[in-house]
Each structure stands twice: as structure tokens, then as C-alpha cells.
């Protein structure tokens, strides 16, 4: 798809968001840190992060970009990041990419595994909440997983290594504390926070972004998101310094119409009947580095639109 007629699907709502959550922190036996409970899912959005979010939503591609094209590899209530070693506790999620990722993931046996991604370098693995329809769970048809040179893209390197951290809010009560993500159908320009009622004809979509600045120490942090952050206009903040691509998650599903529900907690316990504007995302990267890095080099920073090659396809 065009990348503008990508970002005019975005729409230019703003977004002010004033979620609460309390969660705790521990560690486990291994020293790692992890959360107590299912409130590791939610998250409190500044204003800052939250307009930022939005304002990014809002601006075209300045065509600087490389993709990678993948599919759902599996469904399993596991999430690697927030629940690591913990096989089952977490609600319902859909794992794109690496064939291997399970609750007991890391880097190692993702590098060891195995991908349904193009190109077959990125062995990284993304995982979302399980769409349902009418209480059937539903396989995406395709998930197209954009890297932007929107944030200073002269400046960008490569995601490091081993790099993990999760976007959304899992226990958004309102459409307006999830900033991040966004449904639409494909081929209309309407676009919402929460459920969208594709008609007949059209297919429903959603697009998930996430941030741009890692604070370039750390591949992980407590709450798995604060070792990243939302440039403001084309600056990082000084605590996050390091420009990234941003991903996008443009996921497409063959459904539409309504009886939608995704996976996910509810009031402590994992459900399927969530709403749409609990949507979220993780990514645990595990690229053939050496590949990354060219593809930032050449596509991104350089300015050039590539294809899943990491070669230009236009100007």
C-alpha cells in the first residue's frame, strides 16, 4: 500500500489520555524482573507520549522504510516478555514470525529457530492479542511489519540485539488510553480506537505503532516499555537519546461485519471477550543483525523505499 494513503488512514484525532493502572514489581528465582499478576498488560500514557503518539499516527511516510512480510505461526496463552518461563499464564495471543516462540523464549533459541517471515533473516518474533468473531478465533491473513525512518531517519541505527518491549494497554477501559493502536478497513480512510464494522466486500485491519527512542542501555526494563519512548515532532527526549525505526504492525484479517472480541484480561482473569481498544503488541528482536544494520543503512537513513529484500524500490 501506499504510504501515504497508509498514514491518511490514521486519522487526526487527538488524544489525551489520563489511564491509571497499579501493578508491582519483583523478580523471580532467576534475579529477572517480572510482574506481579495481569496488571504487567496495562499502562499509563502521558499527555506527552499520548499526542506524540498521535501526531506520528497523522504524518505521511517520508518514504524511508523496510518491511518484512510474515503470518500467524501459532496461537498459545504464553507471552515471553511479560510472563517469561510461565507457560499458559497469559491470555491468548497470535505469534507472527519465529515458529519457536513460547513463554520460555530467548534470544538464543529464537536465533536457533526458525521463521515464516520474509526475508528469512528476521527471526524475530511479534505477538498481539487473538482476534475472535462470534467467539471463533480468526488467524490473520497477512501481517505486514513496517520499519519507518519517521523520527531524524539520518540519525537511526538498528534495533539492538535481543531488543524487547511491549506497546498498548491491555486493560484500557476507554478507546482513548490506547493511543497506539488504531482499526480500520481496508481501501476506507475511517479509522477508530476501538472496533471498527467493516461491510461486506472489505476486510478488517488495524495498524500498531510503536516508539522510536531507546534510552541506548537497556534491552528490557521492569514494566518492558520504559527503556523506550515517543519522539516529540523529530526529537528523542534526552533520557531516550538513541533513534530507532519505528515499527508499524499492519495486520489484515478476513472478516468483517461485527461480533468482534480479542484476547484478554478482564478484571484479573483471561478472557476472549475483550475490546478492541485493548489491542496491543509485542517484539522480541532477533534479526540476523549484520542484515538489520544494512537495511537501516540503506533504506532507512539513506531515504529509500525497500522491499522485503532490503533493496530500494523507489525514491
Not at 526494563?221 to 530507532?244: F, I, L, T, W
Request: net charge neutral; glycine share 10%.
Amino acid at each position: 500500500m501506499n504510504p501515504l494513503l497508509r498514514r491518511a488512514l490514521a486519522g487526526t484525532a487527538a488524544v489525551l489520555v489520563l489511564a491509571t493502572a497499579g501493578w508491582a514489581t519483583g523478580r523471580d528465582g532467576t534475579g529477572q524482573h517480572h510482574r506481579q499478576g495481569h496488571q504487567a498488560h496495562a499502562y499509563t500514557f502521558s499527555r506527552t507520549q499520548a499526542a506524540a503518539i498521535a501526531a506520528q499516527a497523522a504524518a505521511p511516510v517520508r518514504g524511508s522504510e523496510f518491511r518484512a512480510e510474515c503470518f500467524s505461526s501459532h496461537r498459545r496463552g504464553d507471552d515471553p516478555i511479560v510472563f517469561p518461563g510461565q507457560a499458559g499464564r497469559s491470555h491468548i495471543h497470535e505469534f507472527y514470525g519465529n515458529r519457536t516462540a513460547d513463554a520460555s523464549s530467548t534470544l538464543d533459541s529464537l536465533a536457533a529457530g526458525t521463521t515464516n517471515c520474509t526475508p528469512q533473516v528476521d527471526l524475530s518474533s511479534y505477538w498481539t492479542p487473538t482476534l475472535h468473531q462470534n467467539g471463533a478465533p480468526v488467524a490473520p491473513e497477512r501481517v505486514t511489519v513496517y520499519y519507518q525512518g519517521i523520527t531524524d531517519h539520518t540519525r537511526a541505527v538498528a534495533h539492538p540485539r535481543g531488543l524487547r518491549y511491549v506497546v498498548g494497554n491491555a486493560l484500557a477501559t476507554s478507546p482513548d488510553q490506547n493511543p497506539a493502536a488504531r482499526w480500520s478497513c481496508v481501501g476506507r480512510p475511517e479509522s477508530s480506537r476501538d472496533f471498527i464494522t467493516c461491510p461486506p466486500g472489505t476486510k478488517l485491519e488495524n495498524y500498531l505503532d510503536f516508539p522510536t527512542c531507546w534510552d541506548g542501555r537497556n534491552l528490557d526494563s521492569p514494566n518492558h516499555r520504559d527503556h523506550m519512548a515517543y519522539a516529540v515532532g523529530q526529537s528523542c527526549p534526552a533520557s531516550h537519546p538513541v533513534v530507532v525505526p519505528r515499527l508499524e504492525l499492519l495486520i489484515t484479517w478476513p472478516v468483517n461485519g461485527g461480533g468482534l472480541t480479542l484476547a484478554g484480561t478482564r478484571n484479573g482473569a483471561n478472557v476472549t471477550n475483550a475490546p478492541g481498544y485493548t489491542f496491543h503488541g509485542d517484539f522480541f528482536n532477533a534479526w540476523n543483525q549484520a542484515e538489520l544494520e544494512r537495511r537501516v543503512r540503506d533504506c532507512v537513513v539513506a531515504g529509500y523505499i525497500c522491499g522485503t529484500d532490503g533493496r530500494p524500490v523507489q525514491q
